[in-house]
T-cell receptor, first 116, second 113 residues
Framework: EPEVTQTPSHQVTQMGQEVILRCVPISNHLYFYWYRQILGQKVEFLVSFYNNEISEKSEIFDDQFSVERPDGSNFTLKIRSTKLEDSAMYFC??????????????FGPGTRLTVL | GNSVTQMEGPVTLSEEAFLTINCTYTATGYPSLFWYVQYPGEGLQLLLKATKADDKGSNKGFEATYRKETTSFHLEKGSVQVSDSAVYFCALSLNTGFQKLVFGTGTRLLVSP
């Protein structure tokens, strides 16, 4: 069964460093998402991406964050200068379609980011 | 704003016990409602959904009914199994735009033999 994969499963970094979290969505999906969950808090929407551009982003997704689909398979989230408060589990998701008629989002297992 | 509130966990039950996990929501407009489940080491999986008032979603013995009058979508199962141990997330999506999901905090369920 096709699945969304994410690498690495756990990333430890120093404050101020850049990190790139990687995701491989399901191959025929066209809509991509990043969510995050700070320990003990809600899963929060960060950004959605379609047709090589951001379609929606939350207030969390500031200039320190960027997303890219560098090739036909990967979808990345970059944090330019990490802060302690960026420590969280980051989930990637993809869906076949994205508008109006609900289409299921398939989630990856997550990357746990720890900023020291 | 749009938000989802779930009961605090963990919920600890013995096998074959009845399960209820409460979920209430606040939304502008008419959302679709979902329950996602996360098993250890895995991603979130869609468990069930309901797209309009009075709809009942069901899957794997789990059920939830979209109650517009009480803005609730409580998850129930008549007889839980050890294999149901997981974290359960209630979520909503507004039926406009790109369908971003708004999640609750998740409720951990622990089922003992």
């Amino acid at each position: 069964e096709p699945e969304v994969t994410q690498t690495p499963s756990h990333q430890v970094t120093q404050m101020g460093q850049e990190v790139i979290l990687r995701c491989v969505p399901i191959s025929n999906h066209l809509y991509f998402y990043w969510y995050r969950q700070i320990l003990g808090q809600k899963v929060e929407f960060l950004v959605s991406f379609y047709n090589n551009e951001i379609s929606e982003k939350s207030e969390i997704f500031d200039d320190q964050f960027s997303v890219e689909r560098p090739d036909g398979s990967n979808f990345t989230l970059k944090i330019r200068s990490t802060k302690l408060e960026d420590s969280a589990m980051y989930f990637c998701a993809s869906s076949e379609t994205g508008t109006l008629e609900y289409n299921e989002q398939f989630f990856g297992p997550g990357t746990r980011l720890t900023v020291l | 704003g749009n938000s989802v509130t779930q009961m605090e966990g963990p919920v600890t039950l013995s096998e074959e016990a009845f399960l209820t996990i409460n979920c209430t929501y606040t939304a502008t407009g008419y959302p679709s409602l979902f329950w996602y489940v996360q098993y250890p080491g895995e991603g979130l999986q869609l468990l069930l959904k309901a797209t309009k008032a009075d709809d009942k979603g069901s899957n794997k013995g789990f059920e939830a009914t979209y109650r517009k009058e009480t803005t609730s979508f409580h998850l129930e199962k008549g007889s839980v199994q050890v294999s149901d141990s997981a974290v359960y997330f209630c979520a909503l999506s507004l039926n406009t735009g790109f369908q971003k999901l708004v999640f609750g905090t998740g409720t951990r369920l622990l089922v003992s033999p």
